[in-house]
């Protein structure tokens, strides 16, 4: 299967710093990748729909200042987590397509983001 | 939006025994997958299916598309079998993946 890497794994900062989180599709490319938040003992919910060279598109209740995304690259999308508070924290998962729009989703390993 | 419920929420088994977990969603779909979450996290690809039945090793799924349903079969289950599995839909039209809402699997030796 196609490999979705995600960087850090790991990250613990303090309150009202922000933080940045690298997705990159290593054997394919991505015009479309996905951001995922998934707090202990829940499901996956959706953030936002990363758009290579265009603006993310956010779900309901996300706020988009709060979250930044780029999508500079066809292989590369990046999260930044700005301002972060200690609710923010959580376990974040992109994800990005290979094929056409209803192609297999890899997932990344996911970064667990700890905001003291 | 569309609802994607999986059954049962929680799950325990003796190791070799099998098992059926279920994924039931809304609306119609053009995409389907399973995934086995890790304890670390990670999410395992298991199963790309939209439609119809395949088959990997001891796991195997079906998917009922005009009836909204997924199975996923397990059997003779191993430790290494436990964690979360989950099940997620593309809605025809979207490209996003709306995730189900997981089944725990622990696996007792």
């Known amino acids: 299967g196609a490999v979705v890497s995600q960087h850090p794994s790991r990250v613990i900062c303090k309150s009202g710093t922000s933080v940045k989180i690298e997705c990159r599709s290593l054997?394919?490319?991505?015009?479309?990748m996905f951001w995922y938040r998934q707090f202990p003992k829940q499901s996956l919910m959706l953030m936002a729909t990363s758009n290579e060279g265009s603006k993310a598109t956010y779900e309901q209740g996300v706020e988009k200042d709060k979250f930044l995304i780029n999508h500079a690259s066809l292989t590369l999308s990046t999260l930044t987590v700005t301002s972060a508070h200690p609710e923010d924290s959580s376990f974040y998962i992109c994800?990005?397509?290979?094929?056409?729009?209803?192609?297999?989703?890899?997932f990344g390993e996911g970064s667990r983001l700890t905001v003291l | 939006g569309i609802q994607v419920e999986q059954s049962p929420p929680d799950l325990i088994l003796q190791e070799g025994a099998n098992s059926t977990l279920r994924c039931n969603f809304s609306?119609?779909?053009?995409?389907l997958q399973w995934f086995h979450q890790n304890p670390w996290g990670q999410l395992i690809n298991l199963f790309y299916i939209p439609s119809g039945t395949k088959q990997n090793g001891r796991l195997s799924a079906t998917t009922v598309a005009t009836e909204r349903y997924s199975l996923l079969y397990i059997s003779s289950s191993q430790t290494t079998d436990s964690g979360v599995y989950f099940c997620?839909?593309?809605?025809?039209?979207?490209?996003?993946?709306?995730f189900g809402t997981g089944t725990r699997l622990l696996v007792s030796p």
């Open positions: 997620a839909v593309g809605v025809t039209g979207f490209q996003k993946l709306v």
């Open positions: 609306d119609s779909v053009n995409n």
């Open positions: 054997d394919f490319q991505a015009t479309t």
């Open positions: 994800s990005a397509r290979q094929g056409g729009s209803a192609g297999e989703l890899f």
